[in-house]
């Protein structure tokens, strides 16, 4: 971001909705946690993302249920394969056999009928999801939760697994938490992917000019990413969305929204 003739570092934050498949990017001056709270003010429900410290306040009432993310756990083990071999490759085919599990599920809804509607493949999809984390992901996880106890007792805390192990253990329960509902995902890469879009803009243009227009990117973003996300195709999308939005009256706006629109044009071409 440009004022004034001196450069400034800016933060894009990103909120999905998985259930909708909208994504959602906000604009902020800095990496301060008042950014997500202030966004997240007065929601309920759960909310995933990395561990970072600035979420823990969102986290603080009973109101916002963490959900952590397995790719970043996974991720602090890889880091420790050349120090610690043996321990981060087993660690890793533990949280291996939990994305087997989430793999058989996707490959069941692969094979639902064609002519059900997307709305019923999804319900179909939580509903087996969460049966196959209840019968097999929860015994993975209670035995995986034991064979992290004994390796416990040999790993120095300030070693690379022991920092691993440490960083399971101190997120284990928002870790649990996606067994509780088959909408929730095991990991956030849905949002890691978000943000590669943002890097990928960064490197092009650089500069957002002004806090306005860091705004305007966000909205700007959050529409097309989500256009995206429906597998929409953005030219006609964005034709149509520019082209009525001038004569749509504020109340009458949700028809522009990605999921909205889509279903619009389906039943149009029925």
């Not at 997240?40 to 990395?50: I, T």
């Not at 963490?66 to 085919?93: G, L, N, S």
């Not at 984390?133 to 690379?160: M, N, Y």
């Amino acid at each position: 971001m440009q004022e004034k003739g001196k450069t400034q570092k800016a933060k894009a934050w990103v909120y999905i909705d998985p259930i909708r498949q909208l994504a959602v990017f906000d604009f902020t001056r800095t990496r301060k946690r008042d950014g997500p709270q202030k966004f997240l003010d007065g929601y309920s429900g759960y909310l995933q993302a990395d561990a970072y410290t600035g979420y823990d306040s969102i986290y603080a009432g009973d109101q916002v249920r963490e959900v952590a993310c397995w790719a970043h756990a996974r991720r602090k083990y890889d880091e420790a394969k050349t120090t610690h071999p043996a321990t981060a490759i087993a660690a890793m085919a533990w949280i291996k056999r939990l994305y087997d599990v989430e793999r058989e599920a996707k490959a069941w809804a692969k094979k639902l009928p064609v002519v059900l509607t997307e709305g019923e493949k999804r319900r179909r999809l939580t509903a087996k999801r969460f049966s196959l984390r209840q019968e097999k992901s929860k015994q993975i996880i209670s035995d995986f939760d034991k064979w992290l106890t004994e390796q416990e007792v040999s790993a120095l805390p300030k070693s690379p697994i022991g920092k691993a192990i440490a960083y399971t253990r101190r997120n284990w329960q928002a870790l649990e938490r996606y067994l509780e509902d088959g909408d929730l995902s095991i990991d956030n890469n849905l949002a890691e992917r978000a943000m590669r879009h943002v890097a990928v803009g960064r490197k092009n243009w650089l500069f957002v000019g002004s806090e306005r227009g860091g705004k305007t990117y966000a909205t700007l973003t959050s529409l097309i990413y989500s256009a995206k996300l429906h597998k929409l195709d953005l030219f006609a999308y964005l034709r149509d969305v520019f082209t009525r939005l001038p004569g749509t009256p504020i109340s009458k706006l949700e028809q522009f929204i990605p999921d909205v629109w889509k279903q619009a044009l389906h039943e149009n071409n029925e």
